[in-house]
Nanobody
Framework: QEQLEESGGDSVQAGGSLRLSCAASGLPFSGGCLGWFRQAPGKEREGVAVVYTGGAGSTYTSTYIRDSVKGRFTISRDNTKNTLYLQMNSLNPEDTAMYYC???????????????????WGQGTQVTVSS
């Protein structure tokens, strides 16, 4: 059974840091496009960052990241552990949202930020940043 399980969400003060993790299991593909989306109350779900890696034996990696989080957030992936990470630094209240892990086969491409393009989703982990 395909599963994405997020963890690491918490409540922090502005300027703080968090690291989110997403453990993937049962996905019917290796590599592929995995990433993070977020959704704040009353707002649409938006792409935060995604990373593509090739299948077994491939060293190719490509990353896309939202402009508003560049320089503050870093996405990484450990294929040996089937785990995706999002390191978030210098958090501000605008980062408050439910953060979701998402996955799809193939490259991320320019459509990386469109939620409908992703096949698998986690249940989300809440990040709350207070001023």
């Amino acid at each position: 059974q395909e599963q994405l399980e997020e963890s690491g969400g918490d409540s922090v003060q502005a300027g703080g840091s968090l690291r989110l993790s997403c453990a993937a299991s049962g996905l019917p593909f290796s590599g592929g496009c995995l990433g993070w989306f977020r959704q704040a109350p009353g707002k649409e779900r938006e792409g935060v960052a995604v990373v593509y890696t090739g299948g077994a034996g491939s060293t190719y990696t490509s990353t896309y990241i939202r402009d508003s989080v560049k320089g503050r957030f870093t996405i990484s992936r450990d294929n040996t552990k089937n785990t995706l990470y999002l390191q978030m630094n210098s958090l501000n209240p605008e980062d408050t949202a439910m953060y979701y892990c998402a996955a799809r086969a193939g490259l991320c491409y320019g459509s990386w930020s469109i939620p409908e393009r992703y096949t698998y989703w986690g249940q989300g982990t809440q990040v709350t940043v207070s001023s």
